[in-house]
């Protein structure tokens, strides 16, 4: 790995910690305006101060984040069907490699559908995607989506995560499932947990909190923080779990004292400077 790509790499994964966490804000590719990123910019700005990484797509980067921020942008590069479509799992190449470069982004995800009718074409183009990765210093992140037939239990997202490891990626994005530690140990790359449909605030970080227990490096989550009553408080109790070795009940506690606060966070929370410094 040459100096390029670990910089970028250290950037995801901040090299204090040895984790990270990766906002996923990249749902309209195929969702259209979600619940929660109806007003992308409006629910997304007062998150990033305390994300490593934000996950979206090129179009939502260009149109409504200040080029001023220092935020690392992780850049969505499958896509082209919706939910409304005839084939949510057939995903193409949505972005060039140049484009990419142009956005100052650290890398890209991609979907690989292992078991999905277009499993073949989407290991190749993430195998198009490495190679291009490899030849610009960037990071190409697998996500291992998952089709409605198809169970998320150990055996399927360890074929997954394996599969996306041997085809050259440098990140796995995953679902937590029960034995979540054979998926991370069968997997030599680090692993970010996405976090899924939203549940309550305490499951969601005791889901984090066992992923990240079982080896995972961190979440690449989305829904459970903006789609919380208090976004802003719950993406800091996110990142007291990752970065802070808060226990879940110690993030929800956060959580709970903090949500009522609308704006910036209170001082005596985890403030954007001190989380920065991870
Ligand atoms: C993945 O394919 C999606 O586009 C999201 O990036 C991913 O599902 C993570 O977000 P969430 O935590 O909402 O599942």
Redesign the pocket.
Known sequence: MDWGMKNRLYKIIRPKTGRSLML?V??G??LGPTTGLEDWKKAVDPLIPYCDTL?ATRGMVRACVDPRKNVPIML?ASGGTSIVGPELLHEGITISVEDVLRLNAVGI?Y?ILVGAPWERDTMLDFSKWVDDCERYGLIAMA?T?VGKDMAKDARYLSLACRMAAEHGAHIV?TYYCDGFEKVVESCPVPIVM????KIPELEALTMAHNAISAGAVGV??????FQADDPVAMIQAVRGLIHKKMTPKEALQFYNEHKKASGPAKKSGIAADDTKKV
Request: zero cysteines; proline letters at 0%.
């Open positions: 996923a990249d749902h590719y195929f996950f969505r995800g979907s996500v989506a994005k996405a976090g899924g449909k690449d989550m989305g829904r459970n923080i």
